[in-house]
């Protein structure tokens, strides 16, 4: 699909820019005739379809945290984005939680106070951390 829309690569200015564009693109493309239905198009098998589509109104809750360790000039790299991060926790580890919205990094207070125990499945660790402030946002 990404080769599909996004070859040639194309620049925008905004997001609204792209958008805007990509609804377009849908738009022409949705004329062309369907894959398996070859008497519609796209366009007139997603009329007769739509009314079995269910509606998606919540908002995604969950998010994925990762562990890592900020850099000595204060950065967090996340996928191929670097964050800043307060200069004093340079070095630390951090917690970095990303959602479908935004990406928090926590800064883990403390070192973790655990007990290795030897168990059937090989060595267990357990311990606790308290986690700092956000850096985002209030909760």
Known sequence: ??????TPMVNFGSFAALNDWLALLCRERSQRGHPTERSQSIAEHFVREQPLLRAFSATPVGYLEQMLRASSSSLVRVDLNRYSVPAEWAGKAVSVRRSA??????AVVGRPRGRFR????????SARIRRGQWLAGNE
């Open 101 to 106: 919205t935004e990406v928090r990094v926590v």
């Open 1 to 6: 699909m990404r080769e599909w829309l996004l």
């Open 118 to 125: 030897r168990t059937a499945s090989g060595l267990r660790v």
